[in-house]
């Protein structure tokens, strides 16, 4: 299964913008990018994903690299309720035996800082 | 309000005695599925759902069962729980397709003695 790399942890200012980077240098064509965030106490919860194209929603920005080995969350107004871990992960998009299955990695712990 | 609900939140019991984790969901979602959360280890799946009868194993199944009797209800089941199941539990349902976005539940913590 391909497999992605994020850094440890990340700072950022209360109104600055986050941008969080993700490697997924063994991406396969049929892979989407998801991103989720887990709040303290409390489950995952979905950000983002994209395949190809940037995205943009009320949350959040995703940039892809146009050879998919690389991606960055891009949250333009950090506030302290933004302060979780977040997870890049990949999900094959085609039907295999193994397209149910979701794998987190650690993820990286964002501080938002007043 | 579309949501997953698991019961019980809380759940302190002893090595050995067989209980069962209920989640549910009230989205229609084909996909169901169960982690559990321990420190330094992350989210790790347990078993996935595709759809009503169709249950599949993810990279911990060992000491776990479930069963898809009813879209809404992917119940988990320990048979005999062990101290090394102390964990954190979520369940998470998204509708068919890859690209959906997973909705997860609040999470139940277990400890066994």
């Known amino acids: 299964d391909a497999k992605t790399t994020q850094p440890n942890s990340m700072e950022s200012n209360e109104e600055e913008p986050v941008h969080l980077p993700c490697n997924h240098s063994t991406i396969s064509g049929t892979d989407y990018i998801h991103w989720y965030r887990q709040l303290p106490s409390q489950g995952p919860e979905y950000v983002i994903h994209?395949?190809?194209s940037n995205v943009n929603n009320r949350m959040a920005s995703l940039a892809i690299a146009e050879d998919r080995k690389s991606s960055t969350l891009i949250l333009h107004r950090a506030t302290l309720r933004d302060a979780a871990v977040y997870y890049c992960?990949?999900?094959?998009?085609?039907?295999?035996?193994?397209?149910?299955?979701?794998?987190f990695g650690a993820g990286t712990q964002v501080v938002v800082t007043p | 309000e579309a949501q997953v609900t698991q019961n019980p939140r809380y759940l302190i019991t002893v090595t050995g005695k067989k209980l069962t984790v209920t989640c549910s969901q009230n989205?229609?979602?084909?996909?169901m599925s169960w982690y559990r959360q321990d420190p330094g280890l992350g989210l790790r799946q347990i078993y996935y759902s595709m759809n009503v009868e169709v249950t599949d194993k993810g990279d911990v199944p060992e000491g776990y069962k479930v069963s898809r009797k009813e879209k809404r209800n992917f119940p988990l089941i320990l048979e005999s729980p062990s101290p090394n199941q102390t964990s954190l539990y979520f369940c998470a349902s998204s509708r068919e397709g890859l690209a959906d976005e997973q909705y997860f539940g609040p999470g139940t913590r277990l400890t066994v003695t």
């Open positions: 994209g395949l190809t």
């Open positions: 989205m229609n979602h084909e996909y």
């Open positions: 992960i990949l999900r094959d998009g085609v039907g295999t035996d193994s397209w149910g299955k979701l794998q």
